[in-house]
């Protein structure tokens, strides 16, 4: 396999795709205030007409993020589209007629907490107290789950019996809140699983949500051999881009910057990319880069005069 290739900047690749998919938190923004130089970056590759998807797991709807990001301090018009975990199942509920929300029905047994529960009744979904009542199951990484994984051991069993489709969104295998780590949603997930029922990922790094990415890149005339996915994280951003055989650029000063910490040498950095490499199924980033930011400029090659 190719080493990852270490850049100044994003000018270092833009010439090289038409496609980019840019992770929002940690990458973008702190949820705060955008990062210095993504704006300058962005504004460079409109500048070269590239398509740029910007990509979240948040339970808000496209529409939602855009006001977000703006008052973030993101000005309008430097990105082609929006996609987030919210608005691909919002989108699938309604609709109901792609891949995993095919058939699904409009009656939701919930496994999650008040945001999810205020979202799906934005969309029109009933909440249903019992499982006979419910036409299909959510799993939800948006809450925090009230109660231990092990306290729902009759409700999976009987969510397996009656085949009820069950849908999982964000599982929160990495989330950490204070000290520890919470994984509830996918430790439910897997227990179902376990038991012979089928569990349908909705988020990053699952299929779903990188599929109806290639179905947006399509729209537009665009490939994923032609499209890089920038991200923070290995476990969401990298490995998911590179299971749909897109390239890659891990941002180091995201979810991974403590590994990064002490590495002030190339050879320091490529070891411990290496480390975090082996911590993931040795899925390799095409590319690194310090933060999302342009880097060295391009030469105008519009106007630049040929040789006589």
């Known amino acids: 396999m190719a080493n990852t290739k270490f850049c100044q900047g994003i000018s270092d690749i833009s010439d090289s795709y038409t496609g980019f ?13 955008v990062f210095d130089g993504a704006i300058e970056c962005l504004k460079e590759l409109k500048n070269r007409k590239k ?21 973030m301090g993101m000005p309008d018009g430097l990105y082609s589209e929006i996609l987030t975990s919210g608005e691909l199942l919002a989108q699938g509920l309604e609709t109901q ?26 969309i029109g979904i009933e909440l249903v107290n019992s499982l006979e009542d419910a036409t299909f199951v959510l799993i939800s990484g948006w809450d925090t789950l009230e109660k231990e994984p092990a306290s729902y051991e009759d409700t999976l069993r009987e969510i397996v019996r009656r ?18 780590y919470k994984t509830g949603t996918t430790l439910i997930s897997r227990r179902i699983q376990e038991l012979g029922g089928v569990v349908h ?8 949500i990188y599929h ?16 890089v996915m920038i991200g923070d994280t290995m476990a969401h951003d990298i490995t998911g881009a590179s299971l749909v055989n897109m390239d890659t650029c891990l941002v180091r000063s995201g979810m991974h910057a403590p590994i990064f ?48």
């Open 212 to 227: 109806h990415c290639i179905h947006i890149l399509h729209r537009n005339d665009i490939y994923p051999g032609q499209t």
């Open 163 to 180: 085949r009820l489709k069950t849908l999982c969104i964000h599982p929160d295998s990495r989330a950490l809140l204070g000290k520890n």
């Open 201 to 208: 990922m909705i988020g990053k790094p699952y299929k779903p």
């Open 97 to 122: 007629k792609d891949g995993v929300f095919e058939g699904l029905g409009k009656s939701c047994y919930l496994i999650g907490g008040e945001r999810t529960q205020t979202f799906l009744k934005d």
């Open 21 to 33: 998919i840019i992770d929002t938190w940690g990458v973008l923004h702190d949820s705060e205030k």
């Open 261 to 308: 910490k002490n590495a002030s040498t190339p050879a320091d950095v490529n070891k411990s990319l290496n480390m975090l490499i082996t911590q993931f199924n040795n899925i390799r980033p095409t590319y690194l880069v310090d933060k999302l930011k342009w880097g060295k400029a391009l030469p105008d090659r519009k106007h630049r005069k040929r040789a006589g």
């Open 51 to 71: 398509f740029v998807l910007l990509m979240s797991n948040s339970e808000l709807r496209a529409s939602q993020m855009a006001e977000y990001l703006k008052k």
